[in-house]
């Protein structure tokens, strides 16, 4: 079974460029995340969606950071216009939903952004 | 709030050598307790998991963890590291409130000397 697909694996821009990341989950979780980490970081969730229901998006830089998750399966995470700080590993992530207890997360390889 | 503290951010073995990696957390309930790897370049990998039961849980790679309550804490062990186990060590705590919320620690770059 195919686990938690993210590209690009690298992307380099300068500042004040837009960037895109996309993610692909496992098949058949509903629920996806993603995360920022920065170096020498742990990750920190940005959002989470539920099918394609964003219900925790509290910690997302709405003015410049947004994402979607159409058709409840596919994710992309945007940032416009990018700065030096928005340089990280973004990390996609994957659970089933529901149930009564704890759905382990799976996570994808990430994308390195790097912003110049 | 439920957050997570990894004291050693590195820490060098040498091969054949027993590690432990500690970690500390703080949560308002029963927590639910992961440990993951990650190599360079690679996404996160989860060594083990508590949630309830036998504190002294078993993992991937010859990896274990024991959960003290009365410690907070949740410390990875392995009796005899391998070259390959260089990597960086990431704690994390969890629950069902808050929608399978994770939170990571800063986590433990371990080094191991050949």
């Known amino acids: 079974e195919a686990g938690v697909v993210q590209s690009p694996r690298y992307k380099i821009i300068e500042k004040k460029q837009p960037v895109a990341f996309w993610c692909n989950p496992i098949?058949?979780?509903?629920?996806l995340y993603w995360y920022r980490q920065n170096l020498g970081q742990g990750p920190e969730l940005l959002i989470r969606y539920e099918n394609e229901e964003a219900v925790d998006d509290s910690q997302l830089p709405k003015d410049r950071f947004s994402a979607e998750r159409l058709k409840g399966v596919d994710s992309t995470l945007k940032i416009q216009p990018a700065e030096l700080g928005d340089s990280a590993v973004y990390l996609c992530?994957?659970?089933?939903?529901?149930?009564?207890?704890?759905?382990?997360?799976?996570f994808g390889p990430g994308t390195r952004l790097t912003v110049l | 709030a439920q957050s997570v503290t990894q004291p050693d951010i590195h820490i060098t073995v040498s091969e054949g050598a027993s590690l432990e990696l500690r970690c500390n957390y703080s949560?308002?309930?029963?927590?639910?307790l992961f440990w993951y790897v990650q190599s360079p370049g690679q996404g996160l990998q989860l060594l083990l998991k508590y949630f309830s039961g036998d504190t002294l849980v078993q993992g991937i790679k010859g990896f274990e963890a024991e959960f003290k309550r009365s410690q907070s804490s949740f410390n990875l062990r392995k009796p005899s590291v391998h070259w390959s186990d260089a990597a960086e060590y990431f704690c994390a705590v969890g629950g069902t409130g808050g929608g399978n919320k994770l939170t990571f620690g800063t986590g433990t770059q371990l080094k191991v000397e050949l």
């Open positions: 949560y308002g309930a029963t927590p639910y």
């Open positions: 992530a994957s659970s089933l939903a529901g149930g009564l207890g704890y759905n382990e997360q799976f």
């Open positions: 098949s058949g979780h509903n629920t």
